[in-house]
């Protein structure tokens, strides 16, 4: 094998493990358990009464979807990892109130300029309506 | 002195190979984010971010490259030295033919 196959070679080795290594990055980024700065019990109680106010109800439902990824709620400052089972996760989502109870409170926002905002916050910020059921709703 | 051109060219080697896995990597790892969270990509976002990423990621990158290239180099070494010891021998036998062919003919 001459000179030039080997600087082939080497370019495609370190091409492809790259490649590799950002999927394998991305997954680990994706399945990684969902830190949080306050106690993992104080995220919970948040996430029981996400209900009370109708703005904290979208926040919630966006901490949710990152949460049901892995299910595994990470203590930033104990470094304490908490595992949820299916009927908590589902629990949560019960008190959340689910996409429908967003989308229906997206809908009746009254004030047009109100409504803009806190469409474009539900769907760029906190991801958790896609930008056809924002075009939906501003019909 | 030769040492430290030595040195010094594999260090610029492994500087390049950096930046080019990297920026490789970061740009997989953000479509493959994006397809999994079905978002879509905003570069000016994440150019914004760089720093934060660098400091979230940037250690995984150097060890996993680092890896890499020592391994590389390590292949590529034994290679050249395979390389060579075949031309040693080859040589050896091309010298030992025409050493063989001097006796016969006798102008040894």
């Known amino acids: ?139 | 002195m030769k040492r430290c051109v030595f040195i010094l060219k594999y260090f610029i080697y492994y500087v390049i190979g950096f930046f080019s896995f990297s920026t490789i990597a970061f740009i997989t790892q953000r479509i493959t984010i994006s397809i999994l969270l079905k978002n879509a990509i905003y570069p000016s976002q994440d150019l914004y971010n760089l720093l934060n990423y660098a400091l979230a990621y940037g250690l995984y990158y150097l060890l996993a490259y680092s890896i890499l290239y020592f391994i590389i180099v390590f292949c590529v070494r034994k290679h050249d030295k395979r390389i060579v010891n075949e031309l040693n021998e080859k040589l050896e036998s091309i010298n030992n033919k025409n050493s063989l062919g001097d006796d016969e003919n006798g102008k040894r």
Do not use: W
């Open chain 1, 1 to 139: 094998m001459g000179k030039d196959k080997v600087v082939i070679l080497v370019i495609v080795t370190i091409v492809f493990s790259a490649i590799l290594f950002g999927i394998l990055m991305a997954y680990k980024t994706y399945y990684s358990p969902m830190k949080v700065y306050d106690s993992i019990d104080e995220t919970v109680d948040m996430l029981k009464n996400a209900n009370e106010n109708e703005h904290f109800r979208m926040e919630m439902l966006s901490m949710f979807n990152n949460l049901s990824r892995s299910r595994k709620m990470k203590d930033y400052k104990t470094g304490e990892v908490r595992k949820f089972t299916k009927e908590e996760m589902n629990e949560f989502y019960t008190a959340i109130g689910g996409k429908e109870a967003i989308i229906k409170y997206l809908s009746n926002i009254e004030d047009k300029e109100k409504q803009r905002e806190e469409l474009e916050y539900a769907c760029y910020d906190l991801k958790i309506i896609t930008s056809d059921e924002l075009a939906n709703i501003e019909k």
